[in-house]
């Protein structure tokens, strides 16, 4: 059984930054993607990549703020989140799917973390 374990969530200030980080037990063959639930909203998918890493996907409303990587070595995934806003308010999950190719549809993927709290205020 995978296991993925988000921290990193905090309150920030609007334009300020945060960096999430997702440890996973196992990180090769697997397509990771960064989820988000805001109170009263869908889950929605934020930024992912490929399970062979070469391809990384982003949303409409986060590309060009927040960015995926990952640490092999480290078995970890990060999202850096830039410029934040109040909408960016919400729960962040990590989540996997086995020799995905980086959905950002949480339908794909078979295994999910807890989630960190992240929340935009001043």
């Known amino acids: 059984q995978l296991q993925l374990v988000e921290s990193g969530g905090d309150l920030v200030q609007p334009g300020g930054s945060l960096r999430l980080s997702c440890e996973v037990s196992e990180l090769e063959h697997y397509a990771i993607g960064w989820f988000r639930r805001a109170p009263g909203k869908e889950r929605e998918g934020v930024a992912s990549?490929?399970?062979?890493?070469?391809?990384?996907f982003y949303s409409h409303s986060v590309r060009g703020r927040f960015t995926i990587s990952r640490d092999n070595a480290k078995k970890t995934v990060y999202l850096q989140m830039n410029d934040m806003k109040p909408e960016d308010t919400a729960k962040y999950y990590c989540?996997?799917?086995?020799?995905?190719?980086?959905?950002?549809?949480?339908?794909?993927?078979?295994?999910w973390g807890q989630g960190t709290q992240v929340t935009v205020s001043s």
């Open positions: 989540a996997a799917e086995t020799y995905g190719m980086g959905s950002l549809s949480s339908s794909k993927y078979d295994y």
């Open positions: 990549f490929s399970s062979r890493g070469g391809s990384t």
